[in-house]
């Protein structure tokens, strides 16, 4: 029984994350852009830019979890780039390591995220609404840059005008509005880093085998522990 429960946790632990593991993933585009003027008070100014669900197909790579093919994500580096049909190696790192060009977003921000894409992203799926793909990445730049600490789409130090759908602002800012840094967090997400390309949060969700798995293994850790309190510690 020992060796049983030893044997699934550490299948358990090859789909986690690991430490300097590589995903090699093709950027296939934004899907269903909308362009926004977009400033993150670094002296840059105003850029013309699109927000929007990023799609990746998973070529290779070190990092054992998923995603396996198409997956989708969202921008955490507003001042980098990456170009349709190009192959990027990129880093899995947690996700408070994301944003390299700032030295990384910290945990608090890292939190923040995490509690956004559980309140409105539980699932990174491609089939959202265009609205509210728009209003997720809007919000996680604002997120990620913003050095008030105040979360205001349209003031401080990150600001966004003109956008493509107006709505999708007002959504944005009804999201960051919402976050009270004690709500529920999305555990399963983590950065794409990359130095000189766009940094990228995606998500790790496992397999329905893996969720079953984890919850036999812990079921047996448990009646171990059961069983050595009522063997008195043997």
């Known amino acids: 029984m020992i ?13 986690m994350p690991l430490e300097s593991a590589t995903l090699i993933a093709r950027f296939n585009g ?8 977009r400033d993150v008070g670094d002296g840059g100014g105003w850029i013309t830019t699109s927000v929007g669900l990023f799609a990746f197909t998973r070529l290779g790579g070190t990092y054992p979890g998923s995603p396996t093919g198409d997956f989708v994500g969202f921008c955490i580096e ?24 700032i030295g990384g977003m910290g945990p608090a921000r890292a939190d923040l995220l995490r509690e956004l894409y ?42 966004f005008r003109n ?22 967090r999305l555990d399963d ?5 990359l130095i000189g390309a766009q940094d990228i949060v995606f998500q790790n969700a496992p397999e329905p085998g893996t969720l079953l798995l984890t919850g036999v293994a812990l079921l047996l850790a448990g009646r171990l522990g059961f069983r050595r309190r009522a063997g008195g510690g043997r």
Request: proline share 7%; net charge negative; glycine share 6%.
């Open 30 to 37: 934004v899907i269903n852009p909308m362009s926004i003027q």
């Open 163 to 184: 956008p493509g759908d107006p709505a999708a602002l007002t959504l944005a800012q009804t999201m960051l509005s919402s976050l009270t840094s004690a709500g529920p």
């Open 3 to 15: 060796r049983t429960a030893l044997f699934l946790c550490v299948g358990l632990a090859a789909v």
């Open 78 to 101: 507003p001042r980098e780039f990456v170009t349709p049909g190009v192959t990027y190696t990129y880093d899995v790192e947690d996700l408070q390591y994301g944003a390299t060009n």
């Open 118 to 159: 559980a309140r409105y992203f539980p699932q990174f799926i491609a089939s959202i609404p265009t609205n509210t793909a728009h209003a997720l990445q809007i919000a996680t730049w604002e997120i990620v840059r913003e050095t008030t600490g105040v979360l205001d789409v349209t003031s401080g130090t990150t600001r």
């Open 189 to 193: 997400v983590f950065a794409l880093n």
